[in-house]
């Protein structure tokens, strides 16, 4: 069992940045691949950016690509996502997810169906 908690949203003006931190309950952190996903208001989830478990595989969303930034820090059972040059349309609530490192080195699903723990969730509000 994972347990899994997201801090660090909050209201930004537009061009700002924030980081998220999901931090992770048990011992093996290190064997799940993680990743944010976030939904806005009507909209569908989305994924937004993930690290595989080895971390040796990124992936960001093209809609975020160069201007967020994934991170873990396995000591420290945490996952990080750097947002910067934040836009309107980036508020939502973004959420944590964890999928046990089923595959290889790379394993990184996009889908989230395919993974099995999920945070609660922290709004971020951009203002314009």
């Known amino acids: 069992q994972v347990q899994l908690v997201e801090s660090g949203g909050g209201l930004v003006q537009a061009g700002g940045s924030l980081r998220l931190s999901c931090a992770a309950s048990g011992r093996t952190f290190s064997s799940y691949t993680m990743a944010w996903f976030r939904q806005a208001p009507g909209k569908e989830r989305e994924f937004v950016a993930g690290?595989?478990?080895?971390?040796?595989?990124?992936n960001v969303a093209d809609s975020v690509k160069g201007r967020f930034t994934i991170s873990r820090d396995n000591a420290k059972n945490t996952v990080y996502l750097q947002m910067n040059s934040l836009k309107l349309e980036d508020a939502a609530v973004y959420t944590c997810?964890?999928?046990?490192?089923?595959?290889?080195?790379?394993?990184?699903?996009?889908?989230?169906?395919?993974?099995?723990?999920w945070g609660q969730g922290t709004q971020v509000t951009v203002s314009s």
């Open positions: 997810a964890a999928a046990y490192g089923r595959g290889g080195y790379y394993y990184l699903p996009l889908m989230g169906h395919e993974y099995d723990y």
């Open positions: 690290i595989s478990w080895s971390g040796y595989s990124t």
